[in-house]
């Protein structure tokens, strides 16, 4: 069975500072791995993916994601912060079939 | 722009009320949906799967009978929480799949049952 964890349910940074919110997974198949955002009382929008391909990807607002299927992860950072990026985080993978599995999130807090 | 809507946005109700939340795909037939709950400071939970012209699949542990979603058409997936009462209280989000499982969401339903 598939699962997700994220490490490090709050993570605060200076704004300029990187971000980096750490996320694993646990699959048998190869997997999609997602990167979603949350702002208080909103839906979730997705900030990029791995489908298949380069390993390294890029996404919206600067984030990107590197895919290490030795290390079962899939961190996403930022090399500097801005006090907009101050939101919720969610890693999620997809196997196959319809479910998609979602991380507990990370809140990330940014200080001026 | 949107490509998921969901209304209401916010409702306050009394409980034992039944209260109902439309989730629409505006740009593209979806034959299947998804409902999720969140509550707060906490991941989304999947409660159900909506299929267009068949029966929901719940969730192991979400009433199917509180819970009434229908799918009557390929843009309009609903949600009934049937008798509400305050621990129904949550943030409820709908959502449907794109390519590679990719999900759209739509914006949340924040119900509050008096």
């Known amino acids: 069975a598939q699962s997700v964890t994220q490490l490090g349910s709050h993570v605060s940074v200076s704004e300029g500072a990187l971000v980096l919110l750490r996320c694993n997974y646990s699959s048998s198949v190869p997997p999609y791995l997602f990167w979603y955002v949350q702002y208080p009382n909103q839906g979730l929008q997705l900030l990029l993916k791995y489908t298949t391909g380069a390993t390294l990807v890029k996404g919206i607002n600067g984030f990107e994601a590197e895919f290490k299927k030795s290390e079962t992860s899939f961190h996403l950072t930022k090399p500097s912060a801005h006090m907009s990026d101050a939101a919720e985080y969610f890693c999620?993978?997809?196997?196959?079939?319809?479910?998609?599995?979602f991380g507990a999130g990370t809140r990330l807090f940014v200080k001026a | 722009g949107a490509v998921v809507s969901q209304h209401p946005s916010r409702v306050i109700c009394k409980s034992g009320t039944s209260v109902k939340i439309e989730c629409r795909s505006l740009?593209?037939?979806?034959?299947?949906m998804f409902w999720y709950r969140q509550f707060p400071k906490q991941s989304l939970m999947l409660m159900a799967t909506?299929?267009?012209?068949?029966?929901?699949?719940?969730e192991q542990g979400v009433e199917k009978d509180k819970f009434l979603i229908n799918h009557a058409s390929l843009t309009l997936s609903t949600l009934t929480v049937t008798s509400a009462h305050p621990e129904d209280s949550s943030f409820y989000i709908c959502?449907?799949?794109?390519?590679?499982?990719?999900?759209?969401f739509g914006p949340g339903t924040r119900l509050t049952v008096l």
């Open positions: 959502s449907r799949t794109v390519d590679h499982n990719e999900q759209f």
């Open positions: 999620a993978v997809h196997t196959g079939g319809f479910k998609t599995i």
């Open positions: 740009d593209f037939q979806a034959t299947t």
């Open positions: 909506s299929n267009e012209g068949s029966k929901a699949t719940y």
